[in-house]
């Protein structure tokens, strides 16, 4: 009987342990940008970004979603956003978007979500 009162415990803890309820996702951009990844081979000018991301309570969650969010972006060619370091490291087409813009997905993704620092980069080694 413990045994069972543990696994359904954890199971209960890892179900609800995301505290962003979900919402309605407006994610608006430009415009004119569709909602899709850019291919690396697409973009005119390359730039790389370096978001430090406030709110996040999980990786599942929380993590995944912004970075499922940023990756759907039009002008995003690659996003990867680090729930331990509460990093986002973004490359993205500069010809079609900026800081502002994918700042405005990050805190669009959920109203736990605010982006406290972000700085264009040479590249994304550290």
């Known amino acids: 009987m413990k045994k069972e009162l543990l696994v359904f415990s954890l199971?209960?803890?890892?179900?609800t342990g995301c505290k962003n309820e979900?919402?309605?996702k407006i994610?608006?951009?430009s415009a004119n940008a569709t909602v899709q990844n850019t291919t690396p081979e697409a973009i005119?000018?390359?730039?790389?970004?370096?978001?430090?991301?406030?709110?996040m309570t999980c990786a599942i969650g929380c993590a995944a979603t912004i970075q499922k969010n940023l990756n759907q972006t039009a002008g995003v060619a690659s996003a990867t956003?680090?729930?331990?370091?509460?990093?986002?490291?973004v490359i993205y087409d500069a010809k079609e978007m900026g800081l502002k813009e994918i700042r405005e997905v990050v805190e669009a993704t959920g109203e736990a979500y605010s982006v406290t620092s972000a700085e264009q980069m040479e590249d994304l080694n550290p």
């Open 22 to 24: 979900p919402r309605e």
């Open 81 to 89: 956003v680090d729930f331990e370091s509460h990093t986002a490291w």
């Open 44 to 55: 005119k000018e390359k730039a790389y970004a370096k978001l430090s991301i406030d709110g």
């Open 27 to 29: 994610v608006t951009v």
């Open 11 to 15: 199971l209960m803890s890892f179900l």
